[in-house]
């Protein structure tokens, strides 16, 4: 019987998911919001991009789910919402270089 797959699972699979612009992954990026796990491996998860227009938009989405596959999950699915919208953290802003 295979492992029960966990949060601890789809975050290391996010940490993997580089926003190609800000060189850092999308999971220390804050960007994503909440992993919502279902009983049969699948998930959804809650994600915004740095700005509704973010050009990378699509390609992000199809790395995570494809991060999401290779560790195990099945029908990753997201939930893009731009409310909130995104704000770097003051942590975020420190790893950008922005302070």
Do not use: R
């Given at each position: ?52 227009m ?45 302070q």
């Amino acid at each position: 019987m295979s492992e029960k797959l966990t949060k601890k699972h789809a975050v290391s699979a996010l940490k993997k998911v580089t926003d190609p612009e800000l060189g850092l992954d999308i999971y220390t990026l804050e960007l994503i919001y909440d992993i919502n796990l279902k009983d049969d491996d699948s998930v959804v998860i809650k994600m915004t991009l740095t700005s509704p227009m973010c050009p990378y938009g699509p390609s992000l989405m199809n790395d995570v789910k494809d991060k999401l596959k290779q560790k195990g999950f099945k029908n990753p699915e997201i939930d893009l919402v731009f409310e909130p919208i995104w704000e770097p953290s003051e942590k975020v802003k420190m790893l950008l270089g922005l302070q």
